[in-house]
């Protein structure tokens, strides 16, 4: 599986941003997952969607904020970004996970994207 996040940029605080991530291979039997690393920080999970009934599971710091979806027909997920904070500023990255357990750990994800970089200014 081959995955390419696109759909970062620079944001003002309170602002949206769209992030895409295209997969090659099997997409609908994938979990997939989102996570972020800011300067000097570890990679931690934001959301993630179940690929065998598209539960969703969203990082407390994003919830209510950010939205996962995914549509099988483009083989892309999407993570929606709303009422962006400056602390949202991270690259984020795309993953693709075989199983359905353990998604909100980074071990659990078979394949990673290259990062998109997203800032939000103040």
């Known amino acids: 599986v081959q995955l390419q996040a696109s759909g970062g940029g620079l944001a003002q605080a309170g602002g949206s941003l769209r992030l895409s991530c295209a997969a090659s291979?099997?997409?609908?039997?994938?979990?997939m997952g989102w996570f972020r690393q800011g300067a000097g920080k570890e990679r931690e999970f934001v959301a993630a969607?179940?690929?065998?009934?598209?539960?969703?599971y969203y990082a407390d710091s994003v919830k209510g904020r950010f939205t996962i979806s995914r549509d099988n027909a483009k083989n892309t997920v999407y993570l929606q970004m709303n009422s962006l904070k400056p602390e949202d500023t991270a690259v984020y990255y795309c993953?693709?996970?075989?199983?359905?357990?353990?998604?909100?750990?980074?071990?659990?994800?078979?394949?990673w994207g290259q990062g998109t970089l997203v800032t939000v200014s103040s």
């Open positions: 993953a693709a996970s075989r199983t359905v357990g353990r998604l909100r750990e980074s071990v659990a994800y078979d394949y």
């Open positions: 291979g099997r997409f609908s039997r994938y979990s």
């Open positions: 969607v179940r690929w065998s009934d598209d539960n969703t």
